[in-house]
């Protein structure tokens, strides 16, 4: 069961249960939506922009301890870093998660992601971590200037 | 042709009877329970998705590719001869297994998917028109939500939906003053394939015909567990598929009143639906043809006949009385559980157990079962509304049938104790 352990680290369970960066974020001029309709995962992702830069970012939505734990890590991680270089991290990401690289060859660029590793053990999990992630790049799309918190 | 089938005996399995019920004798029946999963004896439980499938049906489906394929209705050639013979033997052996009143009542579809479309889009098309009503529940499949949408939007039809209790029952009084002269058709599920509940039908039915009004059962998750006897439910149309009646996959059943078929336009055209075709006029096959373009998936409605014998082997009686000793077990059990909580509770159910725990995803649930070899089901199950009414995003499901024992729920509480410990 090493691989259950590995998967569900310390960290992600204390993501899951208190997780960063969660809430409405008001002055948000790009948001998106992320769903998977065959687990009914939801992420709603609110971010502010400033010239391509991540001022701020905050998450909404239910799902299973991986999808909220990753959007979570997610936050902390991408919040001052441009466009992107948040893409390029969830490039790296993605590679981590389907095991195509090492986590521990890439730990340094990945930060806290490197927990995530974990998931490349189990195949059907992968899009709970990448969730999220998803999310972030529609968000990016979002052509709103700002977000109605009516 | 006629002659070969005549000469067929047909079997009438529904009288026979059935030796002691031995779950381990069963079991051996099954190959795929015999291995492991991720180094532990599998424990199947996810059974209402879809059930394993006994030897004999492996057999027989195997042995039709071997040594009887070819096409259907329209050889000279032996094979074929031997192909048909086969392929109206199982509609004989489906009619005697619903206790239809005739084998043209009987038509093969992909699954009970396609034979809800198939009803929405023929009867439907005919006699259901702009600003009529249809009712469903709220415990509905999404193949049995979807179709009646989709036929809604293209004839302006209306949808309307019984709603249930907290229990997970069908409120039978909400379900009367639904009623109005508008009412054209009643498609219901006669056992909830998320709650476990078993609806009351046969009430229900002779409530709509006090109406007029037809009644469609979707009987996807009441085949395996209850014997069907269509002439005393009296319900219009029926549908079920073989992959959850231990049979393969794509291969289902519509059963449908003569009557109704004789009137119905054909759903889909092609070979084998005709009598006659030039470009001036095309004459449509006797039923159950009718409803039959192309050539259909032969091999899984031999399959499908072997896993109705092997069903009618066991006998509804031992099913029943296994798999209620299964569901209180379950639910005892499972009830103990601190934290978890059991989603449809309704008078009459079939083994199905939907629960959830506070604090805990069924998918971090499921995928830690997964790891000692348990099979569930997690998620909304194809009920959406079913998870809205219960305000739930999702459940974990434990489905059981035949074959599952005891010692597989000790198993399915000591893997909910590890993710417990685990996740929390």
Redesign the interface.
């Known amino acids: 069961?090493d691989?259950?352990?590995e998967?569900?680290q310390e960290i992600i369970?204390d993501h899951n249960?208190n997780p960063k960066n969660f809430g409405d974020l008001p002055e948000a001029n790009h948001q998106a939506e992320g769903y998977n309709p065959?687990?009914?995962?939801?992420v709603n992702l609110y971010l502010k922009l400033e010239n391509d830069k991540i001022q701020d970012v905050r998450f909404k939505g239910?799902?299973?301890?991986?999808s909220k734990a990753a959007a979570s890590v997610m936050t902390t991680e991408i919040k001052g870093k441009t466009v992107d270089e948040a893409k390029q991290l969830f490039k790296k990401f993605q590679k981590v998660i389907t095991g195509e690289v090492d986590a521990d060859a890439h730990s340094a660029e990945l930060g806290k992601l490197v927990v995530f590793a974990g998931v490349r053990q189990?195949p059907?999990?992968v899009k709970?971590a990448a969730l999220a992630w998803h999310t972030l790049l529609a968000a990016f799309e979002d052509e709103r200037k700002t977000v109605s918190t009516e | 042709m006629e002659e070969l089938i005549d000469t067929l005996v047909v079997e009438r399995p529904r009288v026979r009877r059935s030796a002691a019920f031995d779950v381990n004798k069963i079991r051996a029946d099954f190959p795929i329970l015999q291995q492991k999963v991720n180094g532990c004896q599998l424990v199947y439980l996810d059974n209402a998705a879809s059930s394993q499938k006994p030897r004999a049906v492996i057999e027989a489906t195997n042995r039709y590719y071997q040594s009887q394929n070819a096409n259907i209705h329209r050889g000279v050639h032996f094979l074929s001869g031997l192909a048909t013979e086969l392929y109206e033997e199982t509609r004989r052996k489906v009619e005697t297994f619903l206790n239809a009143h005739s084998e043209r009542e009987i038509v093969f579809v992909r699954g009970t998917t396609e034979a809800v479309n198939l009803v929405a889009f023929s009867y439907g098309r005919k006699y259901i028109k702009a600003d009529d009503e249809i009712i469903i529940s709220t415990m509905e499949h999404h193949s049995n939500i979807v179709p009646w949408q989709l036929f809604c939007e293209m004839s302006g039809a209306k949808l309307r939906v019984i709603p249930i209790s907290d229990e997970g029952e069908i409120i039978f009084e909400e379900y009367q003053k639904l009623f109005n002269p508008r009412t054209r058709f009643v498609s219901v599920v006669h056992i909830s394939n998320s709650l476990g509940t078993i609806n009351p039908v046969k009430k229900m039915i002779e409530f709509a015909h006090a109406h007029s009004v037809p009644v469609l059962l979707d009987g996807a998750q009441a085949a395996p567990h209850l014997r069907v006897d269509i002439q005393e439910l009296d319900c219009d149309f029926f549908a079920f598929s073989g992959h959850k009646i231990f049979g393969p996959t794509g291969v289902g059943v519509l059963y449908a009143k003569e009557e109704l078929l004789q009137k119905m336009p054909p759903y889909q055209g092609g070979g084998d639906m005709i009598k006659s075709v030039s470009f001036e006029k095309t004459t449509y096959n006797d039923l159950p043809h009718k409803f039959e373009a192309g050539t259909p998936n032969i091999a899984g409605v031999v399959g499908l006949g072997a896993a109705l014998d092997y069903v009618l082997g066991i006998g509804y009686d031992a099913i029943h009385r296994h798999e209620l000793g299964l569901l209180q077990y379950a639910t005892e059990a499972l009830s103990a559980i601190d934290g978890l909580r059991i989603i449809g509770t309704a008078k009459e159910k079939a083994s199905v157990v939907s629960f959830v725990i506070d604090?805990l995803?069924?998918?971090?649930i499921g995928?830690?079962l997964d790891?000692y070899g348990i099979a569930v089901r997690?998620?909304?199950h194809c009920t959406?509304p079913v998870?809205q009414r219960f305000n739930v995003?999702?459940t974990t499901r434990a489905s059981f049938v035949f074959y599952n024992t005891r010692e597989e729920i000790d198993r399915l509480v000591e893997g909910i104790h590890?993710a417990i410990r685990?996740?929390?």
Do not use: E, N, W
């Open positions: 069961m691989d259950l352990r998967l569900y369970l249960k065959l687990c009914g995962d939801r239910s799902g299973c301890a991986i189990f059907v999990r709970c | 604090g995803h069924p998918h971090d995928t830690v790891r997690t998620g909304h959406q998870m995003p999702a590890h685990m996740l929390s």
